[in-house]
């Protein structure tokens, strides 16, 4: 495993999950549980005062925009939020221009675009560290706060059967990405032609075989044997920001996907259910299992403040907690 300090995310990027090593990945969790409880406790320390972040929008966002935005304000930071037509890329600017430019402005960058081209670009002009809040193939951010909100609910991430139903999308991506770090047994599901790339499932082998975490991956077309005895289940929309247009195509593509009191009837009698949102009652998933006992969804929402607090601290250089680092250490 890694050397961890204190500091050994600053000035980092985190434009996807494998950016992280399995160390780094637990790290961020652990400082966001050390940070969220010395919040609660009425530390309102604000380790980042002074300092501005940059949050440009190209999507729609509800979640993501209000945790970033909320969580910089938090830190102390200044969040300088661009989420319309008008300002970071307006008028046809270049990438390059835009980051060049921000470099004297700010010590963050936030971004959620299409493109995983468009942010390594940014960051490969970005002095300050670049946070991916999502693009078409990733959503890092999503699945620190949704693995923070497994481990607030008693589950050890290490070995933990997670299951995802539903289109090989930019979530289905990160989950592989993070369970192949965190040592799980992660399977996924999709409709046929809606597979995850197999080079991204290459990779996330790879990094498991690498960094030695046991992680096992299987992909398939089968929800039933995805879900079968899962710990956890989780789906997201069929129709991504950018796919609109298929919408129809995809409501046909993607019958015998959605996630039912049946299909959860398969998975561990605690299994609990989760999803990214904004989710489609009736489509993806029925409100008896969304809205029902197994489902932690506000929970996972609210994290996503805690789960961004700790990364924007951890890359904007502020150390990580000492009990964040024992937690970690522990855990080998
Ligand atoms: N889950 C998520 O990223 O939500 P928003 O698209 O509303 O930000
Ligand atoms: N796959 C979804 C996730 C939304 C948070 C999308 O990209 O639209």
Not at 7 to 33: F, H, K, N, W, Y
Not at 49 to 76: C, D, N
Not at 256 to 282: I, N
């Amino acid at each position: 495993m890694s050397d961890l300090t204190s500091t050994c995310l600053a000035g980092r990027d985190l434009l996807r999950l494998l950016d992280l090593t399995p160390d780094e990945m637990s790290l961020v969790i652990q400082t966001a549980v050390a940070q969220k409880a010395a919040w609660a406790a009425g530390d309102h320390d604000a380790p980042l005062a002074g300092k501005a972040v940059a949050i440009i929008l190209e999507k729609p966002s509800f979640r993501t925009r209000s945790s970033f935005e909320i969580g910089a304000a938090r830190l102390g930071a200044h969040p300088l939020v661009m989420a319309d037509d008008h300002s970071a890329f307006s008028r046809g600017a270049p990438v390059k221009d835009t980051a060049c430019i921000l470099n004297h402005f700010v010590e963050g960058i936030v971004l959620r675009t299409f493109a995983q081209s468009k942010i390594e670009e940014l960051a490969s002009w970005a002095d300050v560290p670049v946070i991916n809040a999502l693009t078409d193939s990733y959503h890092p951010c999503q699945i620190l706060a949704d693995f923070l909100t497994l481990q607030e609910h008693g589950r050890r991430l290490k070995g933990l059967k997670i299951a995802y139903v539903g289109d090989g999308n930019n979530m289905a991506n990160t989950y592989l990405e993070g369970g192949a770090l965190m040592g799980m047994d992660v399977r996924v599901a999709s409709p046929s032609g809606y597979e995850v790339e197999p080079s991204l499932v290459e990779q996330c082998r790879e990094a498991a075989a690498r960094f030695g975490t046991g992680a096992q991956i299987a992909v398939g077309n089968d929800p039933v044997a995805a879900v079968d005895g899962a710990d956890v289940v989780f789906t997201d929309t069929w129709t991504s920001m950018g796919d609109e247009d298929q919408h129809a195509r995809r409501l046909a593509d993607f019958q015998g996907f959605c996630v039912t009191p049946e299909l959860m009837s398969h998975a561990d009698r605690d299994a609990l259910f989760m999803h990214c949102l904004p989710a489609h009652r009736g489509e993806e998933v029925v409100p008896e299992v969304i809205d029902g006992p197994q489902s932690i969804i506000y929970d996972e929402a609210g994290n996503r403040l805690h789960a961004q607090k700790a990364v924007m601290s951890l890359l904007l250089g502020v150390p990580a907690p000492q009990d964040a680092l024992d937690a970690v250490a522990s855990m080998r």
